[in-house]
C-alpha cells in the first residue's frame, strides 16, 4: 500500500547498542538481557497496533495506481515447479505430481528490492553471491551497506504449488526462495534449484507488468550450513562460492545457496559427495571445504542424506584445518625437489605455528580466542597455498620451455658432434632428443609436480606441428605472391631467401663450433654456470 501511493513509512531501530558478543562465538541464548528487549517490544506492537487502528491517515498522497513507473502495484505468481527431463520443461510441485506433497509445507519467500537504490547498495536478506561463476557485483553492488525499499513476503503455497504476491512495486527486482519443508520432522527437503536446471534468470525476477507469472524450479536436497565465514585477509565477504561434485570436480548439477551476512546454507544434492569453494578475487580459492585431513589431503567430500543439516561447527577452523591439509602435501613436495621458495615457507610455518595454538586452544576450550587464531591461521595458509600454486606453475611452465627447445638443441647437437646426412642423421637426432628427454625427466621436478606430463608433451607437440603447418602455407603464399608479382610486372630487383640465409649461418657457426670443441666445451660449460 505504501509503495502503491508513493508514500513513506518508518523504522523502529535499537540505537546505542554496543553489541559487544555480535557474531562471535560467545553471543549465546544465554546472554540475552531481556530487560533491555521487553521495553522495547512493548513500544513496537504498541505503536503498530496503535497506527492499524487509526480512522483515517491524513495528509498523506492517497492516489493509488495499478502500474505507473515510479509508484503503483504488481502482482506476482509464483508456480513451485520441479525439472522433467522428459518434457524438458517444469512440472507443477502438486499432489497428483508428488503424493508426498500432503506431509509437507511449501514455503514461498519473495524478496523485492525497489528499483530506487542508493549507489552500490544490496538490499539485506539479499543474496550476496549467485552460485557458479558470478558475485556479489554482478546484480546488487556491493553488499556491505543496507538497501532501502526492501519488501519481503513469506507466504504457504496451495495444493497446486502456486502463490500469488501482491502489492510489488513495478520494475523492482524480486528475489524468490522456495522451500518445501517436513511437517513431521521440521527439515528442509527441498530448495531452490539454483543449477544447470533452473528457470532462466534463476530466483531473480523484474517486474515489468502489472501481472507477472514465474515458474521456479525446486529438487530434492540436503543442506549444509556455514556459520561465520568471512574473508580471512580481509575480514569482507568472500566474492564468489561454489558448490561442486567432489567426484567429478565439475559444477553441481541441482544446488542452491542462501546467505544472510557471514553465514552460509547450501543445498546440495543428497548422497552426493560435495565440495565447496571460496574465492576472494584473487585467482586461486580462498577457502576449500572437500572433507580433507593431514592423513587425507584429497579429501572425500561431504555426504548429507535427504532432508539432513550438516552443520560444521567452527567453520573458521574447518577452513584453516583443510585447507592447511591440503597444501601441507604440496609445501612437503616441494621442498623433497628442492623447488621451493622462502615466500611460500614463511607463510606456511607462521600458519602451521597458528594451527597448533588452534589445536591447543580446542583442547584447552578456551573459545575466546579459537575465532582469531583460526583466522590467523586460515590467512597465512592461504597465502602459502596461492604462493604454492604459482610456483607449481612457473616450474611447469619452464619445462614445456625446455621440452620446445630440445629439437633445436637436437639439430644442434647433431651437426656439431656427428654430421651424418640421410637415415643416420635423422636416427642421431632423435637418439639425442631421447637422451635429453631422459636426462629432462630425470633433473627436472616438473615431471613430479604435473598430474599428466605426457598429455601436456602431446599437447605441445600437436601446437608445434600446427605453427609449423601454418609457417609452410604463409611461406607457400608468399612465394606464389611474389611469383604472381613477377609475371605481372617483371624481375626488377633480386634477394636471398631469409630462411637459405638464417640456415647457412647456422651451418657455419656449427662448423667454426667443431674446429674450436675445446673454446666451445669451455663457451658452454661459462653459460651453465651463470644460468644455473
Same mark, same amino acid.
Given at each position: 500500500?505504501?509503495?502503491?501511493?508513493?508514500?513513506?513509512?518508518?523504522?523502529?531501530?535499537?540505537?546505542?547498542?554496543?553489541?559487544?558478543?555480535? *557474531?562471535?562465538?560467545?553471543?549465546?541464548?544465554?546472554?540475552?538481557?531481556?530487560?533491555?528487549?521487553?521495553?522495547?517490544?512493548?513500544?513496537?506492537?504498541?505503536?503498530?497496533?496503535?497506527?492499524?487502528?487509526?480512522?483515517?491517515?491524513?495528509?498523506?498522497?492517497?492516489?493509488?495506481?495499478?502500474?505507473?513507473?515510479?509508484?503503483?502495484?504488481?502482482?506476482?505468481?509464483?508456480?513451485?515447479?520441479? &525439472?522433467?527431463?522428459? #518434457?524438458?520443461?517444469?512440472?507443477?510441485?502438486?499432489?497428483?505430481?508428488?503424493?508426498?506433497?500432503?506431509?509437507?509445507?511449501?514455503?514461498?519467500?519473495? #524478496?523485492?528490492?525497489?528499483?530506487?537504490?542508493? =549507489? =552500490?547498495?544490496?538490499?539485506?536478506?539479499?543474496?550476496?553471491?549467485?552460485?557458479?561463476?558470478?558475485?556479489?557485483?554482478?546484480?546488487? =553492488?556491493?553488499?556491505?551497506?543496507?538497501?532501502?525499499?526492501?519488501?519481503?513476503?513469506?507466504?504457504?503455497?496451495?495444493?497446486?504449488?502456486?502463490?500469488?504476491?501482491?502489492?510489488?512495486?513495478?520494475?523492482?527486482?524480486?528475489?524468490?526462495?522456495?522451500?518445501?519443508?517436513?511437517?513431521?520432522?521440521?527439515?528442509?527437503?527441498?530448495? #531452490?534449484?539454483?543449477?544447470?536446471?533452473?528457470?532462466?534468470?534463476?530466483?531473480?525476477?523484474?517486474?515489468?507488468?502489472?501481472?507477472?507469472?514465474?515458474?521456479?524450479?525446486?529438487? *530434492?536436497?540436503?543442506?549444509?550450513?556455514?556459520?561465520?565465514?568471512?574473508?580471512?585477509?580481509?575480514?569482507?565477504?568472500? %566474492?564468489?562460492?561454489?558448490?561442486?561434485?567432489?567426484?567429478?570436480?565439475?559444477? /553441481?548439477?541441482?544446488?542452491?545457496?542462501?546467505?544472510?551476512?557471514?553465514?552460509? /546454507?547450501?543445498?546440495?544434492?543428497?548422497?552426493?559427495?560435495?565440495?565447496?569453494?571460496?574465492?576472494?578475487?584473487?585467482?586461486?580459492? =580462498?577457502? %576449500?571445504?572437500?572433507?580433507?585431513?593431514?592423513?587425507?589431503?584429497?579429501?572425500?567430500?561431504?555426504?548429507?542424506?535427504?532432508?539432513?543439516?550438516?552443520?560444521?561447527?567452527?567453520?573458521?577452523? *574447518? /577452513?584453516?584445518?583443510?585447507?592447511?591439509?591440503?597444501?601441507?602435501?604440496? &609445501?612437503?613436495?616441494?621442498?623433497?625437489?628442492?623447488?621451493?621458495?622462502?615466500?611460500?615457507?614463511?607463510?606456511?610455518?607462521?600458519?602451521?605455528?597458528?594451527?597448533?595454538?588452534?589445536?591447543?586452544?580446542?583442547?584447552?576450550?578456551?573459545?575466546? *580466542?579459537?575465532?582469531?587464531?583460526?583466522?590467523?591461521?586460515?590467512?597465512?595458509?592461504?597465502?602459502?597455498?596461492?604462493?604454492?600454486?604459482?610456483?607449481?606453475?612457473?616450474?611447469?611452465?619452464?619445462?614445456?620451455?625446455?621440452?620446445?627447445?630440445?629439437?633445436?638443441?637436437?639439430?644442434?647437437?647433431?651437426?656439431?658432434?656427428?654430421?651424418?646426412?640421410?637415415?643416420?642423421?635423422?636416427?642421431?637426432?632423435?637418439?639425442?632428443?631421447?637422451?635429453?628427454?631422459?636426462?629432462?625427466?630425470?633433473?627436472?621436478?616438473?615431471?613430479?609436480?604435473?598430474?599428466?606430463?605426457?598429455?601436456?608433451? %602431446?599437447?605441445?607437440?600437436?601446437?608445434?606441428?600446427? %605453427?609449423?603447418?601454418?609457417?609452410?602455407?604463409?611461406?607457400?603464399?608468399?612465394?606464389? #605472391?611474389?611469383?604472381?608479382?613477377?609475371?605481372?610486372?617483371?624481375?626488377?630487383?633480386?634477394?636471398?631467401?631469409?630462411?637459405?640465409?638464417?640456415?647457412?649461418?647456422?651451418?657455419?657457426?656449427?662448423?667454426?663450433?667443431?674446429?674450436?670443441?675445446?673454446?666451445?666445451?669451455?663457451?658452454?660449460?661459462?653459460?651453465?654456470?651463470?644460468?644455473?
Amino acid at each position: 500500500f505504501t509503495v502503491a501511493c508513493f508514500g513513506s513509512g518508518f523504522t523502529f531501530h535499537t540505537v546505542n547498542a554496543f553489541r559487544i558478543y555480535f *557474531r562471535t562465538m560467545s553471543d549465546t541464548y544465554e546472554r540475552i538481557n531481556f530487560n533491555n528487549l521487553w521495553p522495547q517490544a512493548q513500544f513496537i506492537f504498541s505503536s503498530i497496533w496503535g497506527l492499524a487502528n487509526e480512522p483515517r491517515l491524513p495528509s498523506l498522497f492517497l492516489s493509488p495506481a495499478r502500474f505507473q513507473s515510479d509508484w503503483g502495484f504488481a502482482t506476482l505468481k509464483v508456480k513451485v515447479s520441479t &525439472y522433467n527431463v522428459t #518434457t524438458n520443461y517444469y512440472d507443477p510441485f502438486d499432489i497428483s505430481r508428488h503424493p508426498e506433497r500432503s506431509n509437507f509445507q511449501v514455503i514461498v519467500k519473495v #524478496t523485492s528490492i525497489s528499483s530506487t537504490l542508493t =549507489g =552500490g547498495t544490496q538490499a539485506p536478506g539479499a543474496p550476496s553471491q549467485v552460485v557458479g561463476s558470478f558475485g556479489s557485483s554482478e546484480f546488487f =553492488g556491493s553488499s556491505q551497506d543496507t538497501g532501502v525499499g526492501v519488501l519481503e513476503v513469506s507466504m504457504l503455497a496451495d495444493e497446486k504449488g502456486e502463490a500469488t504476491i501482491i502489492g510489488l512495486k513495478p520494475y523492482s527486482i524480486n528475489v524468490i526462495d522456495v522451500f518445501a519443508i517436513n511437517s513431521t520432522n521440521g527439515r528442509i527437503e527441498w530448495a #531452490t534449484d539454483l543449477g544447470v536446471y533452473s528457470y532462466e534468470g534463476g530466483r531473480l525476477v523484474k517486474i515489468t507488468s502489472a501481472i507477472v507469472v514465474r515458474p521456479i524450479s525446486i529438487f *530434492r536436497c540436503g543442506s549444509i550450513a556455514l556459520l561465520n565465514v568471512m574473508n580471512p585477509v580481509e575480514l569482507n565477504n568472500l %566474492v564468489v562460492t561454489t558448490v561442486n561434485n567432489h567426484l567429478s570436480h565439475g559444477m /553441481m548439477l541441482h544446488q542452491s545457496i542462501l546467505q544472510v551476512g557471514y553465514d552460509f /546454507m547450501f543445498f546440495v544434492e543428497p548422497n552426493t559427495p560435495t565440495e565447496l569453494l571460496f574465492s576472494i578475487g584473487r585467482g586461486f580459492p =580462498g577457502g %576449500v571445504l572437500i572433507n580433507a585431513s593431514l592423513s587425507n589431503p584429497e579429501g572425500s567430500g561431504y555426504v548429507v542424506a535427504p532432508g539432513e543439516c550438516l552443520i560444521l561447527n567452527f567453520s573458521s577452523v *574447518r /577452513m584453516a584445518e583443510e585447507i592447511f591439509a591440503i597444501n601441507d602435501q604440496r &609445501y612437503k613436495k616441494l621442498i623433497n625437489l628442492n623447488a621451493i621458495n622462502p615466500q611460500i615457507a614463511i607463510y606456511h610455518k607462521l600458519a602451521s605455528s597458528f594451527v597448533n595454538r588452534m589445536r591447543a586452544d580446542i583442547t584447552e576450550k578456551r573459545f575466546d *580466542r579459537l575465532l582469531g587464531v583460526s583466522y590467523a591461521a586460515w590467512a597465512f595458509e592461504m597465502l602459502s597455498y596461492h604462493y604454492t600454486m604459482d610456483q607449481i606453475s612457473s616450474v611447469i611452465l619452464s619445462m614445456v620451455f625446455f621440452f620446445v627447445i630440445l629439437t633445436p638443441f637436437s639439430l644442434l647437437m647433431e651437426r656439431l658432434i656427428a654430421g651424418a646426412v640421410g637415415i643416420k642423421r635423422i636416427a642421431t637426432i632423435t637418439l639425442i632428443f631421447i637422451i635429453s628427454i631422459g636426462i629432462l625427466i630425470a633433473f627436472h621436478p616438473g615431471f613430479q609436480l604435473a598430474t599428466n606430463a605426457p598429455i601436456m608433451y %602431446v599437447s605441445v607437440g600437436v601446437s608445434m606441428i600446427i %605453427v609449423l603447418v601454418i609457417g609452410i602455407v604463409c611461406m607457400e603464399s608468399i612465394s606464389t #605472391t611474389k611469383a604472381l608479382q613477377r609475371r605481372v610486372s617483371g624481375h626488377h630487383f633480386s634477394e636471398i631467401s631469409r630462411e637459405s640465409a638464417v640456415s647457412q649461418a647456422f651451418s657455419i657457426g656449427v662448423q667454426y663450433m667443431k674446429k674450436r670443441s675445446f673454446r666451445s666445451l669451455l663457451t658452454l660449460l661459462s653459460l651453465t654456470i651463470i644460468v644455473s
